[in-house]
């Protein structure tokens, strides 16, 4: 069993910036592969990036490249996601997941999931 807490989100101006955290329980963090999703009113969650359990490898949606950076710190089983140029589009429900492999976009393929942190992009 793992549980995740995200935490960072809150209304940033557009061009702003934020950084997310998600901190997990569990001596096993490490062997996870993480990935970010996000989900704005009346759409349906869509992945924003992910990280394999080292974090050598990342990999990202084509909407947030470039802005966006995905990251973690092992020793303290935490998973960041530092978000740069933000946009009124990017407004939704943020949530970090556990991964069943490196690679992976649909969120049916990640299991464990955070409670959400709402972030909000003011035009």
């Known amino acids: 069993q793992v549980q995740l807490v995200e935490s960072g989100g809150g209304l940033v101006q557009a061009g702003g910036s934020l950084r997310l955290s998600c901190a997990a329980s569990?001596?096993?963090?490490?062997?996870?592969?993480m990935g970010w999703f996000r989900q704005a009113p009346g759409k349906e969650r869509e992945f924003v990036a992910g990280?394999?359990?080292?974090?050598?490898?990342?990999y990202y949606a084509d909407s947030v490249k470039g802005r966006f950076t995905i990251s973690r710190d092992n020793a303290e089983n935490t998973v960041y996601l530092q978000m740069n140029s933000l946009k009124p589009e990017d407004t939704a429900v943020y949530y970090c997941?556990?991964?069943?492999?490196?690679?992976?976009?649909?969120?049916?393929?990640?299991?464990?999931w955070g409670q959400g942190t709402q972030v909000t992009i003011s035009s």
């Open positions: 990280i394999n359990w080292s974090g050598a490898n990342t």
């Open positions: 569990g001596r096993t963090f490490s062997t996870y592969t």
């Open positions: 997941a556990v991964g069943n492999y490196y690679g992976a976009r649909k969120s049916t393929l990640y299991d464990y």
